[in-house]
């Protein structure tokens, strides 16, 4: 059984919400307290704990209350799964997590720069036993027992640059770092209308996001060949880090997205014949 673990110093982050467009402001602060607490600066610290319960998604993963939301979690919440950080202060200044260049990268670095430190609480994982599936129209979602955290995603857009590409990796922090938190959020510019419509993508640029128009992408050189089902990976860890504890098994989705990813969540949270503690 491993030990919860937290940072040893102060990390800043700046920048917009991809979806409400806005500048924010973000400060993670160590905790010895064994979870991790959102507290929204500008609404005289209201504090929101993480809790899957009180998770939405629209295009994103958000976490709300009766007075505040806080969305796009997944980036950071796949970032804090990976090295293993279940104790945090998380200040924010906004209702959105900085989109930065629209990969985890930017908070791989910095935390491992901050450096992170054991808490003397023990903390358990959770290791599937008993296979089961999902489906939510033509997208579908199933886990299996496995040895490690694996993760199998699949994709298919009716577009030149994407097409179907699938991947499977067994992750461990190595990997994550390397080939899937370099990964960038994607987009078409022939959504951009009815996606801001809905008040959404309003921060979405060429600098944070991969675009594509009806051929091509127009936002530079792709980080790798398959850097879409690479993204779809990152955004996955981070909507299974809501289950709250370190995960042992095999994850499989096809064209899925943060829906089904929460509909799976609650699926094991409700049925835990399918898990156990380790």
Sequence with gaps: ???????????RFSGVGVHSGKKVDLLLRPSSLGEIIFRRTDLDNL?????PNKIETKSSTYLVSEECKIQTLEHLLAVLYMLGIDSLIIEINGDEIP??????????????????????????????????SLEEKDA??????????????????DHPAIQRQELSLSLNLENFIKEVAPARTFGFL????????????????????VVLDEKSVI????????????????????????MGFPLTGHFKAHKA??????????????????WTYI
């Design 1 to 11: 059984m491993k030990e919860k673990s937290t940072i040893r110093k102060e990390i």
């Design 47 to 51: 504090e929101l704990a993480l809790d």
């Design 99 to 132: 989109i930065m260049d629209g990969s985890a990268s930017p908070f791989v670095l910095e935390i491992l720069s901050a450096g992170i430190m054991s808490l003397p609480e023990r903390k358990k994982s959770i290791k599937i036993i008993k296979p089961s």
């Design 140 to 157: 579908a979602f199933s886990f299996s027992p496995d040895s490690g955290f694996k993760i199998t995603y699949s994709i298919e857009y």
């Design 190 to 209: 022939k959504d951009v209308p009815a996606l801001r419509a809905q008040g959404l993508a309003a921060g979405g640029s060429l600098e944070n996001a």
């Design 219 to 242: 936002s530079g050189p792709l980080r790798y060949p398959d850097e879409f089902v690479r993204h779809k990976i990152l955004d996955l860890i981070g909507d299974l880090s809501l």
């Design 257 to 274: 997205g943060h829906s089904l990813h929460l509909k799976a969540i609650h699926f094991l949270l409700d049925n835990p014949e399918f």
